[in-house]
């Protein structure tokens, strides 16, 4: 079974671009995660999809927004890139949303590393 | 506001010793307690979680030991192996948190052959 994809997995963006990430989760999941990854924060969630819907979302800016599609593929899209917005970009899939005292194992992806300049 | 901290930032060991990660919460509504895997260029991967109800899990060479009045749990890694240099994160989920981790911040660990 083939694991969850990322593309791309690099990216070279200057400041005031905008970016979209792509994340195709394993077959079968349909919730759909967002982390960013950075040296002095750590792993941050970003939000939650499942069903194309929202559940969750982390404490970022509204330039952070996502989107997940009927095939529960998902994009994220930064907007207004700022050089803070440097980071690794990871997706990982489950199989359902998390629901009142039951877990799912998340499953990741390699992540898209993105470099603004 | 870091809601898991996870002590050391980084950790060497020599094979066959014993690696040992702490982490902390605050949070009391955090009701699941898993550890994941990096290795350099790959995304996390769980290596073994726990829930409050239990003292002590176990899978092979990991162990979870968890203290719910303390709000502390750690990761004990028994002959410890090259192989099992890679960076290593605590995490938490609260029980209606869907499936929002919130990590640690990570203990990078090298294992000296």
């Known amino acids: 079974k083939a694991g969850v994809t990322q593309t791309p997995r690099y990216l070279i963006k200057t400041r005031g671009q905008q970016v979209t990430l792509s994340c195709s989760p394993i077959?079968?999941?349909?919730?759909v995660s967002w982390y960013q990854q950075t040296p002095g924060q750590g792993l941050q969630f970003l939000f939650e999809?499942?069903?194309?819907?929202?559940?969750n979302k982390g404490n970022f800016p509204g330039r952070f927004s996502g989107r997940q599609f009927s095939n529960s593929r998902s994009e994220m899209n930064v907007s207004t890139l700022e050089l803070g917005d440097s980071a690794l970009y990871l997706c990982a899939s489950s199989l359902v949303a998390g629901v009142w005292g039951s877990y799912n194992e998340q499953f990741f992806g390699p992540g898209t590393r993105l470099t603004v300049l | 506001q870091q809601q898991v901290k996870q002590s050391p930032q980084s950790l060497i060991v020599q094979k066959g010793g014993i690696s040992i990660i702490n982490c902390a919460y605050e949070n009391t509504a955090f009701d699941y307690f898993p550890w994941y895997q990096q290795f350099p260029g790959k995304g996390p991967a769980l290596l073994i979680a726990i829930r409050p109800d239990v003292s002590e899990k176990k899978e092979g060479r990991f162990t979870i030991s968890f203290n719910k009045s303390a709000k502390q749990f750690s990761l004990h890694i028994m002959d410890s192996q090259p192989g099992d240099s890679a960076t290593y994160f605590c995490a938490a989920i609260g029980a209606n948190a869907g499936n929002m981790l919130t990590f640690g911040g990570g203990t990078r660990l090298m294992v000296k052959p």
């Open positions: 077959s079968g999941h349909r919730s």
């Open positions: 999809y499942f069903s194309e819907t929202q559940r």
